[in-house]
């Protein structure tokens, strides 16, 4: 079977952890002898400089031909200008909308060895084994947007067919985790969290018995966050209030540049990125943490392509380099990011191969 994969490398850190996406794509490759065809695309800052378009249509047309996307990241200073028409941004939103993108997999679990690397106390770090089901294609991101000198909104919207399909999908996946789902809102306050909570509470009734399920308001999960983390297990939540939350969860990680994603569609397509963003202060130095990227090849491994096996495999091989010390400096370590991409390829070939 001929597998397909988009690159789309995007700005600041993002072609240099991609770079190790690819390599350790490659190294899967030629250990199980699949047939893996990759190929580049431009998103972002990168787009906007070659073609004045954040996402050319070539981009989308590749993508769409794909079992798989992985993205580096989007944005930097150069294109941030408040005034400026078309932002890198705009190419990430719209290729999340562009190919149904609607659910947004943040799973947050944290080394032993890197309990040192988080800013909280290791007390309330015990247990840490969380995943963050953010909806990615609705909500005040994607509403109306009015903007003048003087007057701004952003609307926010939701159906009761966006609410479902992506509760559905962490309710699954709560299942085959340790059955707890927590609905993040501000119920309290917003009508589309009143319908968020009532469609959940419904859904849960009828077909998710089975699970333990609670919903906590946005400002106080905010809270439980830091004072209580090992209390979640998965998180299901709105698109503002899942990109917040995922941002303050990943420093229960020990650091952002260990945090992967999947972006997913109805069936088996998906996006891969990092958390972590363009980083653009570390930009061009080759000292970015690849292991969120290379964690989220792992993600593609296991929701996109089937292979849950190489996905343990991969996830296994970054784990054991942190044990080892063999990581960046964000980690501890004195690698740089081609060393640490290096490190993890060698790891998987000894575990996988024993040589
Ligand atoms: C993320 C990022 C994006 C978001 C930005 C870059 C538009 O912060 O993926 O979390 O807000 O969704
Ligand atoms: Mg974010």
């Known amino acids: 079977m001929n597998t397909k994969i988009v690159l789309l490398p995007g700005d600041g850190i993002g072609p240099e952890v991609t770079r190790e996406a690819e390599l350790l ?20 800052g990168a787009a906007i400089d070659a073609t004045g378009d954040p996402l050319p249509q070539e981009s989308l047309a590749v993508c769409r031909e794909a079992d798989a996307v992985i993205l580096g990241a989007v944005g930097g200073p150069k294109w941030s200008d408040p005034d400026a028409k078309v932002r890198p941004e705009q190419g990430l939103l719209k290729i999340r909308k562009e190919l149904g ?14 309990v040192d690397a988080s800013p909280l106390k290791p007390e309330y770090l015990e247990g840490v084994d969380l995943m963050v089901v953010r909806e990615l294609t609705g909500g005040s991101y994607f509403g109306e947007k009015v903007e003048s000198d003087d007057f701004a909104s952003d609307s926010c919207t939701y159906s009761r067919e966006e609410i479902e399909r992506v509760v559905r999908m962490a309710g699954d996946i709560a ?22 909570r009532k469609v959940t509470d419904e859904i849960m009734q009828a ?3 089975d699970l333990a399920y609670e919903t906590i308001l946005v400002d106080a999960a905010a809270m439980y966050l830091i004072s209580n983390p090992a209390r979640f297990d998965v998180i299901v939540t709105e698109n503002m209030f899942g ?64 292979l849950k096996e190489v996905a343990d495999q991969v996830d296994q091989a970054i784990s054991d380099c942190i044990s080892d010390g063999h990581c960046t400096a964000d980690l501890g370590g004195t690698l740089n990011t081609s060393e640490a991409g290096a490190a993890v390829r060698r790891k998987l070939a000894e575990n996988t191969l024993g040589s």
């Not at 993108?101 to 890197?114: G, I, Y």
């Not at 707890?180 to 969290?193: E, F, G, Q, R």
């Not at 420093?251 to 952002?256: E, N, P, Q, T």
Request: with cysteine; proline share 5%; hydrophobic share 45%.
């Open 101 to 114: 993108l609607f659910a947004n997999l943040r799973p947050v679990c944290l080394h032993p060895k890197l």
């Open 25 to 44: 794509i490659e190294s899967v490759a030629q250990i199980h002898g699949m047939d893996i065809e990759m190929q580049s695309g431009l998103i972002g």
């Open 175 to 196: 299942r085959q985790r340790s059955g707890k789902l927590t609905m993040i809102d501000k119920a309290n306050v917003m009508a589309t969290s009143r319908l968020w």
């Open 207 to 209: 077909d998710y018995q």
């Open 243 to 306: 990109d917040i939350l995922t941002d303050e969860a990943s420093m229960l990680a020990g650091s952002m540049g260990m945090l992967p994603s999947a972006s997913l569609a109805a069936g088996k397509f998906g996006l891969y990125e990092p958390i972590h963003g363009s980083a653009p202060d570390i930009a061009g130095k080759g000292i970015a943490n690849p292991f969120g990227m290379l964690a989220s090849v792992a993600m593609m491994f296991a929701y996109s392509l089937d």
